[in-house]
């Protein structure tokens, strides 16, 4: 076929040209005399994306998945007691993990379309006394249904307890598109991966830890071993790693971290934000809904809409891929056949959410949804027009 393949699935996400020829390099000696001028500023400078001051963040040859499961390995002993919420397919995957790794596991189980319960959390944690629980785990962007969760909130319900569990939080959908503090919402320990934010191939694993974590896993008794933070640390300082790295991923990783820099993160959260609206009133003028329940818990990175009843959302994903080389989202678990999703991070603009709205309209119309054709690329565009970015001083 020919022209381009379009891509809004939420991850991977489009990868700039800068950062695609930034890889295509022959293969290098990652145990040089100079690999760590290259590495040291890569572990600094990785950290301004978390808003990471004070602690570290190791960089795994792993998906995100990997690096959730550093975090537990390192923190966390069997039979430790955690606090949990499940509302979508990647707080479910996360649960299921954490209950696989012999933890105590209290879910609250929530609404797929809400997000973290953060009364139910300020309850529990109150009525604990003892501090049996020794962590709390927050699924900042849940991918499956376009939701964000209120960390700071996390953050507050821990502190009017002067509770000392750790905060864990998934970000892999988040970090690096929209507002995430680590330093001032007071996370231990935030998991992400390169193929999102970062706008990268899948293959890396970010974990992000404070130091209260770092001293944690001093304490932890999992057995660890390819994630051992002790391990990384020590080959890590020297600007190595204890095993082969994914060297041009990470020569990669150098350029996207220079164009975050360069956009500014307050930027790109602007940016991202606009991109979603634009989604948002597409969705509203094809009179449709998204799973999200209520505006506080819209994501601006992904938006999973619900189809009418009688109405396949795989089949206008099928539609989609088949007939206008437009890649979106499926419905997952729960949501199956329900939702379809556009995923509007990474690399992109206007005129892409724009093309992204125009492949779903015309599967949507396909597939039998009576929605007036233009509609929502239409209510996109007039967004688009008459909001301009604003350029905000660099983060
Ligand atoms: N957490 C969230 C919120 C995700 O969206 C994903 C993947 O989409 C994961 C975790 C798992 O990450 P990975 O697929 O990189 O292992």
Redesign the pocket.
């Known amino acids: 076929m020919a022209g381009f393949t379009h891509l809004f699935i939420?991850?991977p996400t489009n990868i700039p040209e800068q950062v695609r020829q930034a890889m295509n390099l022959p293969m290098e000696d990652m145990r040089a005399p100079d690999f760590p001028a290259f590495t040291l500023p890569l572990f600094n400078d990785i950290k301004r994306v978390f808003k990471n001051d004070t602690g570290r963040v190791f960089i795994y040859p792993?998906?995100?998945?990997?690096?959730?499961e550093a975090a537990m390995e390192n923190l966390l002993s069997p039979g430790d007691h955690v606090l949990m919420s499940r509302f979508?397919?990647?707080?479910h995957?996360?649960v299921d993990m954490a209950e696989r790794f012999g933890l105590v596991v209290d879910v609250v189980e929530c609404e797929w379309g809400t997000g973290v319960p953060v009364e139910i959390y300020a309850e529990k944690l109150r009525a604990d006394p003892q501090h049996r629980i020794k962590a709390v785990f927050a699924?900042?962007?849940?991918?499956?249904t376009g939701v964000t969760s209120d960390i700071a909130g996390v953050r507050s319900a821990l502190d009017a307890e002067k509770h000392p569990a750790l905060l864990f939080v998934?970000?892999?959908?988040?970090i690096g598109s929209i507002d995430f503090r680590q330093e001032e919402w007071g996370i231990d320990c935030a998991?992400s991966?390169?193929?999102?934010g970062f706008m990268l191939p899948?293959g890396l694993?970010f974990l992000s830890v404070s130091t209260k974590a770092l001293e944690a896993s001093g304490r932890a008794k999992h057995h660890r071993c390819f994630f051992s933070f002790e391990d990384m640390i020590k080959a890590n300082d020297g600007g190595y790693f204890p095993y082969t790295p994914a060297t041009q991923l990470l020569r990669g990783l150098r350029v996207s971290l220079d164009l975050i820099a360069a956009e500014g993160l307050e930027n790109i959260f602007a940016r991202h934000h606009r991109m979603a609206e634009g989604v948002r009133k597409a969705v509203n003028a094809w009179e449709l809904n998204l799973c999200a329940k209520a505006p506080k818990w819209h994501s601006d990175t992904?938006s999973a809409i619900v189809v009418p009843e009688g109405i396949d959302s795989a089949q206008i994903v099928r539609t989609a891929y088949s007939k206008y080389q437009t890649s979106l989202g499926v419905g997952l678990n729960k949501v199956a056949g329900k939702v379809f999703r556009i995923g509007h991070l990474g690399w992109l603009n206007e005129v892409m959410i724009c093309g992204a709205l125009a492949a779903a309209e015309m599967a949507l119309i396909d597939c039998g949804v009576r929605i007036k054709p233009g509609s929502g690329v239409g209510a996109a565009v007039e967004h688009f027009r008459q909001t301009g970015v604003l350029p905000v001083a660099k983060a």
């Open positions: 939420p991850g792993s998906s995100g998945t990997g690096a959730w979508g397919q990647f707080s995957l996360w699924t900042h962007n849940e991918t499956a998934d970000g892999v959908s988040s998991v991966g390169s193929q999102k899948a694993g992904v």
